[in-house]
């Protein structure tokens, strides 16, 4: 997580000093095609860009709107989560009772359907949850500590919004997933044992070495004039996202090390990206 502040001392709602005891965490996404941060984050830090129309809400705004973060692009195009309110202060986020308990996010929306981003800004927003979660002593999995504003509304909390699952749905995940990923995040991290380190490793060593005799045997043949072996079949069609598969991988579903690597490239799909996508999620 990349988690930077820039407190908005400008705003009406902090000017209003009101506080919280937080009990859970909402979270939005902004219903604009707009992932750069500097369009709601502001005045410009050196990281975020200048925002030339002006329009960031760190100012007296006419509209009763602010939220404890937001995560989408700084300038460079990377990633990162900004603190615009102190955690415990009362945000102007769900219109409704949720501001009252709840602390609050939006995710800058892009088109919606730009599967690397939502998998950055789904992340990044996995590792925040966990990191509010872990400061606040929440559990992810109790009722109603982590909504979406949809699920807000339907419990009389909010306004009727349908972020951020209308965005969520198009990329295969929900907040039941959501809610599952921080939980996971949560969980103390496994060391591997010994003996699993030596089985990794020898069945590393074994893969390494079956792919130079393959390369061996291919040079011997051609040099002997052998008939070329056929071309191997067509990589199968990917039908799954990296998320999806990052998931699946946690959950134990495509084996460890090299094993795992094997199979998720016999079935088309890019074993560095999804090891990359899991290496976020942890």
Not at 130 to 158: S, T, W
Not at 216 to 234: F, H, V, Y
Request: hydrophobic share 35%; charged share 25%; net charge neutral.
């Amino acid at each position: 997580m990349n988690l930077q502040q820039l407190i908005f001392t400008e705003n009406a709602c902090y000017k209003a000093g009101v506080l919280i005891s937080p009990k859970g965490i909402v979270f939005h996404s902004t219903g604009a095609n707009n992932p750069w941060l500097k369009r709601y984050v502001g005045p410009d830090d050196g990281k975020l860009g200048h925002n030339r129309y002006g329009n960031h809400w760190n100012q007296p705004m006419s509209r009763r709107v602010c939220v404890h973060a937001f995560i989408g692009k700084l300038a460079d195009g990377s990633i990162a989560t900004y603190q615009t309110l102190p955690w415990t202060m009362r945000g102007w986020h769900a219109g409704g009772t949720a501001n009252d308990t709840h602390i609050s996010f939006e995710v800058c929306e892009d088109g919606l359907a730009d599967p690397e981003y939502f998998a950055q800004v789904y992340a990044e927003a996995v590792q925040f949850g966990a990191y509010l979660c872990q400061r606040f002593g929440l559990d992810p999995l109790k009722d109603g500590v982590i909504l979406g504003h949809n699920e807000a509304h339907i419990r009389g909390m909010a306004s009727n919004h349908a972020d951020p699952e209308h965005w969520m749905r198009r990329h295969g995940t929900s907040m039941n997933d959501y809610r599952n990923d921080v939980n996971e995040l949560l969980k103390p991290t496994r060391i591997e044992s010994e003996e699993e380190r030596m089985d990794r490793e020898i069945a590393e060593r074994i893969e390494a070495a079956a792919g130079r005799l393959e390369d061996a045997t291919a040079r011997l043949e051609t040099l002997a004039g052998a008939t070329p072996k056929p071309a191997p079949a067509p990589t199968p069609k990917p039908s799954k996202t990296v998320l999806e598969l990052a998931r699946e991988v946690l959950a134990g579903k495509w084996g460890n090390g090299a094993d795992r690597k094997r199979r998720l490239q016999a079935a088309g799909y890019d074993a560095a990206a999804v090891q990359a996508m899991v290496n976020k999620l942890v």
